[in-house]
């Protein structure tokens, strides 16, 4: 059950990358590559105090909304994703997951980049009897072919946000949902300007 180092070296390889590239988030980046390194089962979820997910920020064909869950169990409006599940290669976890949370088939990377980081805790969740634990979740920008979606049982809704609603004050959203939205919105007005 335990990685391989040289699939943990290549990861850890991409978080340096993505540190270098945003030195504002490089201490998150770090405390993942040393989670990475330090635990060898760090990709299944059977890790119990903590372990690798993947998020899409799944933006519509146009480019200028992104698809939110309204999270069944922590009730929040959040990014598409999950479980890694032992797949090493995180980008694919996170079509993977936005495809099986969406039913949109045809998801394509925007870039094959890590896009963001974040280490985040999960509370008990008493119904289900899973402790609390964290985690070491890297997103990718993804691109959905149509607007069109199916809400799986992980969700309570989806909604097509455009990124101006996630970054007003007053719209309920984590502070990681609104830095996505702020980099999807640089990302935007940098493809205009190409």
């Given amino acids: 059950m335990t990685t391989p180092q040289s699939t943990r070296e290549k990861f850890c390889d991409e978080l340096l990358d993505y540190a270098r590239r945003h030195p504002e988030q490089a201490a998150c980046a770090r405390s993942m590559m040393r989670f990475v390194a ?20 799944l933006l ?16 929040k409006w959040l990014q598409l994703g999950g479980h890694a599940d032992g797949d090493t290669e995180t980008l694919r976890a996170a079509i993977r997951e936005a495809q099986e949370e969406s039913g949109i088939s045809g998801i394509v990377p925007v870039s094959t980049e890590i896009f963001d ?44 946000f455009t990124h101006t609603e996630l970054l007003s004050p007053s719209f309920p959203v984590d502070e990681s949902v609104r830095r996505l939205a702020e980099k999807a919105t640089l990302y935007n007005k940098q493809m205009s300007l190409t």
């Fill in 60 to 75: 519509s064909p146009d480019g200028n909304r992104a698809l939110l869950t309204l999270h069944r169990k922590l009730g």
């Fill in 117 to 160: 980081v974040d280490i985040h805790r999960i509370p008990m969740h008493p119904q289900t009897n899973e402790a609390e634990h964290w985690h070491y979740d890297v997103r990718y920008l993804l691109r959905a072919p149509h607007d069109h979606f199916c809400i799986s049982p992980e969700s309570c809704a989806l909604r097509w």
């Fill in 38 to 57: 330090d635990t060898p089962d760090c990709f299944y979820r059977t890790h119990a105090s903590g372990h690798i997910t993947s998020s899409a920020w």
